[in-house]
């Protein structure tokens, strides 16, 4: 289980490669059978007969072992029921922490986690950009892409970029014993990016803004 997880964070941290659908639905369902992996174990020993220490023709089982060593050597089978449990239950908080870890973070690339952040977060953590909003990376392939494009007849894509800008005047009135305006400028600024098709013809078309 541990390896497994340690190769899934490998893939995603260091080699940054996404973990595939099929690859962590194995893993996530190996997590799973190794926490219950003792449970299993001491129902198919139990089933078997793997418990009589008396028996000689059946091997015992992982779960009884303990109990049948200090039987044997001190008679009182009593302290290896104590280990064997505390044993089991040390591997099975170990490996069900590990599991949560992996499941919580890495499977799916995170998905469980992604999904408790966008229940439990606030507006304000949050970045939902407006309508029709590009990054600037995508926006820097447009414009490149557009310079680059040739029609069949000669067409060619140019780019424009205006500025409006809006100005206004904001006057503050102080309510003192000095009374005075404080006048201050305001300025918003909009960019305006167009890509427009020029044909041979002197024909200017519009094709995206």
Do not use: C
């Not at 072992?65 to 039987?71: D, R, V």
């Amino acid at each position: 289980d541990t390896v497994q997880i340690l190769k899934q964070w490998y893939q995603r941290r260091v080699r940054e490669i996404p973990s595939k659908f099929l690859s962590s639905g194995i893993n996530a369902e190996y997590g799973v059978a190794t926490f219950l992996d003792w449970a299993i174990v001491l129902i198919v020993d139990s089933i078997l007969g793997r418990y009589d220490i008396n028996n000689s023709a059946n091997e015992i089982g992982d779960a009884f072992k303990l109990y049948a060593w200090f039987e044997k050597k001190e008679q009182n089978g009593v302290v290896g029921v104590i280990l064997t449990v505390f044993v089991y239950f040390f591997i099975s908080f170990l490996s069900g922490v590990i599991f949560y870890m992996y499941y919580l973070r890495i499977h799916l690339n995170g998905r469980l986690m992604d999904i408790y952040v966008r229940l439990t977060g606030k507006n304000s953590d949050f970045f939902v950009p407006h309508d029709l909003e590009i990054s600037h990376a995508e926006l820097d392939f447009i414009v490149t892409k557009g310079e680059q494009w040739r029609g069949e007849e000669g067409e060619r894509r140019k780019t424009a970029i205006y500025d409006y800008i809006w100005e206004e005047e904001i006057t503050e009135e102080w309510e003192d014993t000095k009374s005075r305006d404080v006048r201050r400028l305001q300025m918003d600024v909009t960019t305006h990016i167009s890509i427009h098709t020029l044909h041979l013809d002197g024909l200017r078309e519009l094709y995206r803004h």
